[in-house]
């Protein structure tokens, strides 16, 4: 059974910094391209980054651009999300997703998510 | 304001069909490029409805169909159950963005 399970979500301040993990189970995680998307409370759906199935391609959302890094741990299964400069507006579910084809195409399995919570 | 533009809420009382639009732009839809549709139930994940504009997962019933022409897509529900109240979301590649771009949602109520 394919399974992701996000973790270090929490209550950071402005400015503050947060890794965000997804641990990845049940199927070959080396052979699939992965992907970061949040939903601020209320909102809906966006799209914040992915990574190729080899790590080499790395794709981000312009609001986060310079301020996320995308990478994975192919020996742990896991995928990551390094926030640094966060702000208000990044106050949200973070969910973990994979591209069962093709990068940047859709997402066949998704996390639970992980809340991160901006605020002073 | 998302790229991909979806009606903000549509309802249909039980059995009836509606339909949810999701109106791009040349850089996404229009340039060709896949819509896939997701179904969010309140507290949950999304979950996967149809992928590459017409395609179902297994086990989503066939009352769920997809479709795409030009610059817009739209997903279909026929006999509308209780059950399929949830937020739906529609999503695409855009060239312009180099990344996915998903719509604003659309509240189904099954009045």
């Known amino acids: 059974e394919v399974q992701l399970l996000e973790s270090g979500g929490g209550l950071v301040q402005p400015g503050g910094s947060l890794r965000l993990s997804c641990a990845a189970s049940g199927f070959s995680f080396r052979s699939y391209a992965v992907s970061w998307v949040r939903q601020a409370p209320g909102k809906g759906l966006e799209w914040v980054s992915a990574i190729s199935a080899g790590g080499g391609g790395t794709y981000y959302a312009d609001s986060v651009k310079g301020r996320f890094t995308i990478s994975r741990d192919i020996s742990k299964n896991t995928l990551y999300l390094q926030m640094n400069s966060l702000r208000a507006g990044d106050t949200a579910v973070y969910y973990c997703?994979?591209?069962?084809?093709?990068?940047?195409?859709?997402?066949?399995?998704w996390g639970q998510g992980t809340l991160v919570t901006v605020s002073s | 304001q998302s790229v991909l533009t979806q009606p903000p809420s549509v309802s249909g009382p039980p059995g009836q069909r509606v339909t949810i639009s999701c109106t791009g732009s040349s850089s996404n839809i229009g340039a060709g490029y896949d819509v896939h549709w997701y179904q969010q139930l309140p507290g949950t994940a999304p979950k996967l409805l149809i992928y590459?504009?017409?395609n179902r997962p297994s086990g989503v019933p066939d009352r769920f169909s997809g479709s795409k022409s030009g610059t817009s897509a739209s997903l279909a529900i026929t006999g509308l159950q209780a059950e399929d109240e949830a937020d739906y979301y529609c999503?695409?590649?855009?060239?312009?963005?180099?990344?996915?771009?998903f719509g604003g949602g659309t509240k189904l109520t099954v009045l």
């Open positions: 997703a994979r591209y069962p084809y093709q990068l940047l195409d859709h997402f066949d399995f």
């Open positions: 590459g504009n017409n």
């Open positions: 999503q695409s590649y855009d060239s312009s963005l180099s990344g996915s771009v």
